[in-house]
T-cell receptor
Framework: TQLLEQSPQFLSIQEGENLTVYCNSS?????LQWYRQEPGEGPVLLVT?????EVKKLKRLTFQFGDARKDSSLHITAAQPGDTGLYLC?????????FGKGTTLSVSS | SAVISQKPSRDICQRGTSLTIQCQVD?????MFWYRQQPGQSLTLIAT?????????ESGFVIDKFPISRPNLTFSTLTVSNMSPEDSSIYLC???????????FGPGTRLTVL
């Protein structure tokens, strides 16, 4: 079974702090996606990384794909209360996506 | 991207009854999926809804419990049959646009079974 291990599971921080979420697997993925989900809504795609070593930036969010394409990280700089939500990594070893268990982020003002 | 709507947005049902959830997409898509998200959990794929043929179910999910229809390229339904409280979850449909497995999700249907 190919699994995506996501850590930490919960994160509670103050506004202005930095944080990193990790997504690891023993398997190689052709691509990895990061999604953010707010309560009562479906997940929203943030980014897709496809090339080993790739780094993508989305405002204060930085996404990195490992050189071996087995892991990825999401770094948020100067977190804001609006960043609060469930962050999910997902990969497709075949045709269907598998999801990590998610990281619940809470940012307090 | 694609705009996806789901009906109903939420429902409270009695044990033993069935509920059909509808998923409508604003454009034609080949791949549509149904997921379940239990409270505080991540997403688990139920099945891939194939247009013109039977859905492809993941391990642990069967057609008798979760029949799926896909009459055309913009619409699908998922029925949760003979419900029990363990079926209380958020049910999400998604579509894949063909670019590197990216999926776009509907807002979800929150189901509570009493």
């Amino acid at each position: 079974t190919q699994l995506l291990e996501q850590s930490p599971q919960f994160l509670s921080i103050q506004e202005g702090e930095n944080l990193t979420v990790y997504c690891n697997s023993s398997s190689v993925f052709s691509s990895l996606q990061w999604y953010r989900q707010e309560p009562g809504e479906g997940p929203v795609l943030l980014v897709t990384v496809v090339t080993g070593g790739e780094v993508k930036k989305l405002k204060r969010l930085t996404f990195q794909f490992g050189d071996a394409r087995k892991d990825s990280s999401l770094h948020i700089t100067a977190a804001q209360p609006g960043d609060t939500g469930l962050y999910l990594c997902a990969g497709a070893p075949g045709t269907a996506l598998i999801f990590g268990k998610g990281t619940t982020l809470s940012v307090s003002s | 991207s694609a705009v996806i709507s789901q009906k109903p947005s939420r429902d409270i049902c009695q044990r033993g009854t069935s509920l059909t959830i509808q998923c409508q997409v604003d454009s034609q898509v080949t791949m549509m999926f149904w997921y379940r998200q239990q409270p505080g959990q991540s997403l688990t794929l139920i099945a891939t809804a194939n247009q013109g043929s039977e859905a492809t179910y993941e391990s642990g999910f069967v057609i008798d419990k979760f029949p799926i229809s896909r009459p055309n390229l913009t619409f699908s339904t998922l029925t949760v049959s003979n419900m029990s409280p363990e079926d209380s979850s958020i049910y999400l449909c998604s579509v894949e646009t063909g670019r590197t497995n990216e999926q776009f999700f509907g807002p979800g249907t929150r189901l509570t079974v009493l």
